[in-house]
């Protein structure tokens, strides 16, 4: 397995997560961050009431070096999710405080 790496203009916020991919060579592993990791890694980001997707998208922007970082070690360690369409879920616990 090797590392990933990821296209700056690739991500989604569907509801639950931010999603975004990640590239090992050919092969194209999708990922994602939760809304809880990026309330709490964002001050800025409104807690409470409806949130538009733009403003969880630009948290994603503050973090994504974190993020991305995160992603690779758990793609390193194995750490995939049991099912669904993500591969990778980075959770608040996975991003350095």
């Known amino acids: 397995m090797g590392q990933l790496a990821f296209l700056d203009e690739d991500r989604l916020f569907d509801g639950q997560c931010v999603r975004f991919k990640g590239y090992d060579g050919k092969d194209e592993v999708t990922c994602g961050v939760t809304i809880v990791a990026l309330k709490e890694c964002d001050p800025a980001l409104q807690r409470h009431g ?48």
């Open 50 to 97: 409806l949130i538009p997707a733009e403003a969880f998208l630009a948290s994603f922007e503050k973090i994504i070096v974190a993020v991305h970082d995160a992603a690779r070690r758990k793609y390193e360690r194995g750490e995939f999710e049991a099912g669904g369409s993500i591969r990778i879920m980075v959770h608040r616990r996975d991003l350095a405080p």
